[in-house]
Structure formats: C-alpha cells, structure tokens
C-alpha cells in the first residue's frame, strides 16, 4: 500500500517563499513521476508541477519561474519550492503519483495574504 505524507504549508505574505515536502513509502520512487496539484476554493483541482523519474520538471504556466519542483530519491521524499507567492496561489496543495492506480497526499493549506 502506497502512503505519501505532505509537510509544510501555511500562511505567507506575498511575496514570500514556502517549501513543501511529500515522503513517500511503498512506491517505486526512483521511476515514479511525482506530481503537485492544488485546489482552491471553488475550483477544480489542477496539475502545478511534475517530475520524473530521471529529474525532468514541468510546469503550469502560472508556475513557471516561481516555483521549484525536485526529489531526493535516497529518502523517497519530492519537493515543491514555492518563491514570490501571490494571493492568487492559495490553495491546498496535494502531491500525488500513480502506482496501479492514483495515490495522493493528505493535502496541506497555502494561503497568501496581500
């Protein structure tokens, strides 16, 4: 059974940086592509960022150039560096991966005040 654990989160002014961390467990993390959605009130769920296996990221436009997507394999843990966070990113991050089927993390709340 897969499990991903997400830390990190909160409140930030804009302009600010705040760093998210998914410890996953039971996944073959070294192959798996790790993914960060967020969701904020009223909206659908969307796809932030993305890496692969071998290191290669993604990025939703609004994303691009502000945020930072990496793993440390060693310790099976992915990572979403959030800089110059603006009000219109609050939402509940989830990171997720597909294993047999789509495994999520418990979700943690970034809010941005202006």
């Known amino acids: 059974q897969a499990r991903l654990v997400q830390s990190g989160g909160g409140l930030v002014q804009a302009g600010g940086s705040l760093r998210l961390s998914c410890v996953t467990s039971?996944?073959?993390?070294?192959?798996?592509?790790m993914d960060w959605y967020r969701q904020a009130p009223g909206k659908e769920r969307e796809l932030v960022a993305s890496?692969?296996?071998?290191?290669?990221?993604t990025y939703a436009e609004s994303a691009e150039g502000r945020f930072a997507v990496s793993r440390d394999w060693p310790r099976s843990t992915a990572y979403l560096q959030m800089n110059d966070l603006r009000p219109e990113d609050t939402a509940v991050y989830y990171c997720s991966s597909f294993w047999g089927r789509r495994y999520w993390g418990q979700g943690t709340q970034v809010t941005v005040s202006s």
């Open positions: 890496i692969k296996g071998d290191g290669t990221a």
């Open positions: 039971g996944i073959n993390f070294k192959l798996n592509t």
